[in-house]
């Protein structure tokens, strides 16, 4: 079982630099999900795809945030002109459809200096 | 909007002991409640699901419950072990919400010998 893997798992970067992370789901999954989540909360949702399909996109995200997912395999995050807010964990997650349960990347540690 | 609410204080037990988490919702009727747990430095890892129409389900030490009435779950782990200390997670998804999971914030467990 590879799992899902993300890269890099961590990364420093200046404010208003462009970043780009990496994930790739277990092969059998076709749902693909990105969240946010910072020191003492929860995983807060960003997007999610279904194949190459992204069907939803949070309302708190900015347009300095894109995803894709172009052949319904990996997936790339990218955040542009980061602030220091965008400093968190991005993890990623894949799994079936239906109640299937999430199964997670180790996450992308950004700090935004 | 939707709000769910875990312990946000962290649980200290002593070894032998049941640990009760609670994970509490607002407004919306969920189709299901997952349970992950989540070392640091890790991707959340999942544990139990229990559908809107289960009172409660069972998996070795752990137990969950579901009251739809009340808008709460609880999750018992059973003779806790050390090896037991993580945070655990409370996610849900709501039918009116898409088809993504909604996390709690967590809440922290420490299991001492």
């Known amino acids: 079982d590879t799992g899902v893997s993300q890269d890099p798992r961590h990364k420093i970067t200046k404010r208003g630099q462009n970043v780009t992370f990496r994930c790739d789901p277990i092969?059998?999954?076709?749902?693909l999900y990105w969240y946010r989540q910072t020191l003492g909360q929860g995983p807060e949702f960003l997007t999610y795809f279904q194949n190459e399909a992204q069907l939803e996109k949070s309302r708190l995200l900015s347009d300095r945030f894109s995803a894709e997912r172009p052949k319904g395999s990996f997936s790339t995050l990218e955040i542009q002109r980061t602030e220091q807010g965008d400093s968190a964990m991005y993890l990623c997650?894949?799994?079936?459809?239906?109640?299937?349960?999430?199964?997670f990347g180790n996450g992308t540690r950004l700090t935004v200096t | 909007s939707q709000k769910i609410e875990q312990n946000s204080e962290a649980l200290n037990i002593q070894e032998g002991k049941t640990a009760t988490l609670t994970c509490n919702y607002t407004?919306?009727?969920?189709?299901?409640l997952q349970w992950y747990r989540q070392d640091p430095g890790r991707g959340p890892v999942f544990l139990l699901l229990?559908?809107?129409?289960?009172k409660e389900k069972r998996k070795e030490r752990l137990k969950v419950t579901f009251d739809t009435t009340l808008k709460q779950s609880l999750f018992h782990i059973t003779a806790s072990q050390p090896a037991d200390s993580a945070t655990y997670l409370c996610?849900?998804?709501?039918?009116?919400?898409?088809?993504?999971?909604?996390f709690g914030q967590g809440t922290e467990l420490s299991v001492k010998p």
């Open positions: 407004n919306y009727s969920p189709a299901y």
């Open positions: 092969s059998e999954h076709n749902r």
């Open positions: 229990i559908r809107e129409n289960e």
């Open positions: 996610a849900l998804l709501f039918y009116n919400q898409g088809g993504k999971l909604i």
């Open positions: 997650a894949s799994s079936t459809p239906g109640e299937s349960p999430l199964h």
